[in-house]
Structure formats: structure tokens, C-alpha cells
């Protein structure tokens, strides 16, 4: 199959996303397809640009920016994406191709126009692959009322549901928010696991034993500290467990509750927290290799699913998981069930103090959860499987039971 795969980034860029599509178009021309991925750049001079990327054939399109930048223009940058991205997929060598299929994911909401576009031209079928309920998890948190500007998010959604065909949401809870889109007739709504694939050890620029945590069981959170994370409960555990010189936690990553996070180490005189930029993806697996549990935070408010993409690789890692999350998220029952972590759904840092205290302090049963967790990671969260699901939902076979 000729598969159009649209994402807001790709390597070089360092998101999760991108290393998530990036694994995926690969093992899409493992399995004998043609993928083309199409991303926006807004640093590009001309309407596009087209590239071969480790053997994946890459277009680039002109688009307005998005990140870093005040709410209200990256609102109006998002709404204008599809529009601009259209534009410059008309102007490349592209532009006349046909695709059997599309496959997009979300976030961003905004992609509908564009995918509605290249079905229409293909008469071809569409696979949302559905990673961020928004605007309900803003709403959750308080970020956003149901006034105006929630009404406006809503239009984008319904645009984005309108245009798939399939809907693979990332965990089986989220089933009852997309209820409402049973009645559209042929959309399918399925669970499609998050995916990772294996990367070795090359090493990493950040050396835990040169560092003032050398010597210490390391709890390291490597990803996005945002406001759906509220990763102040994890600064909030540093300090109940600052006594303890045998235990560290080091924050690799960026968002924009890091600066916040920092002042707040800083004026609490935590001498058992280290903080580090964001790192490339490949060097992940060395990061990892030097700490003994990984950290996940969502904010308790929640009440949308996610499985977040540090669980997987925490996974991949043979590190056991240290979660604080919403009550009855799907992640508990994956942690609990498969024996790979712990999980903490009390909003009290009590409770995440005494679960982090019996981790560190019993070796062997991390070892336990380490290997039961490579074991999970290799079946239930490979992009093998998710391949095959997606192609057979484009291809309009039976819907899969779910994993």
C-alpha cells in the first residue's frame, strides 16, 4: 500500500511524536508498503521540501508556527495548518500522487481539512490514530471553560472524527467519550496500543555517576513537564525523601512547568534532584540504562485515558514504573496486571512517598517487574502489531478484537 502518514513532527525533531511515526514508517516499509510522511515546518523558505530519511521518503511542507509561542497565535497557527500544508503538498512533486490510504495523528486536532482532502482526491480510506482527548482533559484541569473558544476545539474534532474511517484510541476507557460517533455510518472505533521500538545502547551525554546523584537509586522522569502532567508531585516527593542519600531523581526533558520546577528545587534546597535538557531520542536507552525506576506523572483531574509514550520506553528499558494518575486510567490496570510497577491514584505525596520508598529498598522485586515489563513491551506495545492493525482498518477487514 501507497500510505500518507501526517504528524506535526519528525525526526530531527526530539518529541515523542516523532519517534513514534518515525518507528512506525519504518516498520511500515518493513512489511512491503510505501510510506510517505508529510510534516509541517515552519522554518522552511519555500512551500516544500522532499527527503529521504533513513530510507523513508519525507515531505516537508511550509506552515506557520506552532510551538513556543502565546496561546492565542498558536491557536490561530493551528487552525491555519491543514489550509497551509495543502497548499504546499498542491505545489510539490506530490501532488498528483494517489494514496490507498491516510493515517494521521492527533494531537493535532486541526488535521481534518487535509485528510479530507487527500481521501477525496484517492478515494482511499483514513486511519486516526487518537493520542489527546482535547479539549475535554482542558477542561478537566481547569485550563478551559465551555464558553467560546471550547466550542471552536469542538468543530475541529468533529472535522477529524468526520474524516476517519477508523478511530484507534490509545485505551479501552476511552471507548464511552467517542459513543456519540457509533451512529456515522462505516467509522470503526478500536483500541490501538502505543508502540515502541527496540534501540540500542549508544551511549548518552549525561553521565549519572559524574554527577552528585552518583551512587543512588535514580527514579528519572525523561519527557514533557506540561500542565497534564503535574510533575510538582514528583518535586513534591524529592523533598519528603531528601533525608534519604540513597535515592535521587533526575528530570530530562523540557515544557513549560520546567522553569517553575527548578525555582521550586532550588528554593527547597533539594540536593537529591537533578535537572537536564532534553536529550536526542537515541540517546535515551543510555540515559535509562544508568537509573533504576522510571517516573510517570497525569494530572489526578483527568478523567481521559492515556498510556504515555516514557511508560513504553521505561519498558523497553527493564525499568520498573512509578505512576501518579487519575483513578481507574487504564495505566493502572496495565501496571498492576502485568506485574511492571506500582501505581499511585492518592493525590496525598504520602502515599507516592511510600511507594517510592518500598521500591527503592527491594532489589530483587524491581528486577521482577523489569523483566515482566520487556516482556510486555515486546508483544502488546510493538510496531509490528500496530502496522498490521492499521493496515487492515484501511483496508476495511474485521475489526480486531482488541489486545
Known amino acids: 500500500m501507497r500510505v500518507a502518514l501526517i504528524a506535526v513532527a519528525y525526526p530531527p525533531a526530539r518529541y515523542s511524536v516523532a519517534v513514534q511515526m518515525q518507528d512506525l514508517a519504518h516498520e511500515f516499509m518493513a512489511q512491503g508498503h510505501e510510506p510517505t510522511v508529510m510534516v509541517p515546518d515552519e522554518t522552511l523558505g519555500r512551500p516544500w521540501t522532499l527527503e529521504a530519511v533513513d530510507g523513508i521518503q519525507v515531505l516537508r511542507l511550509r506552515a506557520p508556527r506552532t510551538r513556543d509561542t502565546g496561546y492565542l497565535r498558536r491557536t490561530v497557527a493551528e487552525m491555519a495548518l491543514p489550509w497551509a500544508m495543502l497548499r504546499g503538498l498542491r505545489k510539490s512533486p506530490l501532488a498528483a500522487t494517489r494514496w490507498d490510504g491516510v493515517v494521521w495523528y492527533s494531537p493535532s486536532i486541526f488535521f481534518g481539512p487535509l485528510v479530507s482532502a487527500l481521501k477525496q482526491a484517492s478515494n482511499c480510506r483514513s486511519y486516526l490514530i487518537l493520542r489527546d482527548i482535547f479539549p475535554e482533559w482542558a477542561v478537566d484541569l481547569g485550563l478551559m471553560r465551555r464558553g467560546l473558544a471550547y466550542r471552536v476545539f469542538k468543530m475541529f474534532e468533529r472535522q477529524q472524527h468526520n474524516a476517519a474511517d477508523v478511530i484507534g484510541i490509545q485505551a479501552p476507557s476511552n471507548g464511552p467519550y467517542l459513543e456519540h460517533l457509533g451512529q456515522k455510518q462505516g467509522l470503526r472505533i478500536e483500541v490501538l496500543w502505543n508502540w515502541l521500538a527496540p534501540a540500542p545502547d549508544t551511549g548518552c551525554s549525561i553521565s549519572v555517576a559524574a554527577t552528585t546523584l552518583a551512587s543512588r537509586t535514580i527514579f528519572v522522569y525523561a519527557g514533557n513537564m506540561g500542565v497534564a502532567q503535574a510533575p510538582d508531585a514528583l518535586v513534591d516527593l524529592a523533598e519528603r525523601l531528601k533525608h534519604r542519600k540513597d535515592i535521587g531523581f533526575l528530570f530530562v526533558g523540557r515544557g513549560s512547568e520546567l522553569p517553575r520546577l527548578r525555582a521550586s528545587a532550588e528554593r527547597l534546597g533539594l540536593d537529591n534532584v537533578l535537572f537536564r535538557d532534553e536529550i536526542d531520542p537515541a540517546e535515551v536507552p543510555g540515559l535509562l540504562a544508568q537509573c533504576h525506576v522510571g517516573l510517570v506523572a497525569l494530572d489526578v483531574r483527568h478523567r481521559?485515558?492515556?498510556?504515555?509514550?516514557?511508560?513504553?520506553?521505561?519498558?523497553?528499558?527493564?525499568?520498573?514504573?512509578?505512576?501518579?494518575?487519575?483513578?481507574?486510567?487504564?495505566?493502572?490496570?496495565?501496571?498492576?496486571?502485568?506485574g511492571v510497577g506500582r501505581v499511585v491514584v492518592d493525590d496525598a505525596v504520602e502515599a507516592l512517598r511510600t511507594v517510592a520508598e518500598s521500591m527503592a529498598d527491594d532489589r530483587a522485586g524491581r528486577e521482577v517487574m523489569a523483566s515482566q515489563g520487556r516482556e510486555m513491551a515486546g508483544t502488546l506495545f510493538a510496531p509490528g502489531t500496530a502496522v498490521k492493525q492499521i493496515v487492515a482498518g484501511l483496508q476495511g477487514g474485521e475489526r480486531r478484537e482488541n489486545p
Not at 504515555?308 to 495505566?331: I, M, S
Open 304 to 338: 481521559t485515558h492515556n498510556i504515555p509514550g516514557k511508560f513504553l520506553a521505561y519498558l523497553r528499558a527493564g525499568l520498573p514504573v512509578l505512576a501518579r494518575t487519575n483513578a481507574n486510567n487504564d495505566l493502572v490496570g496495565l501496571i498492576e496486571n502485568g
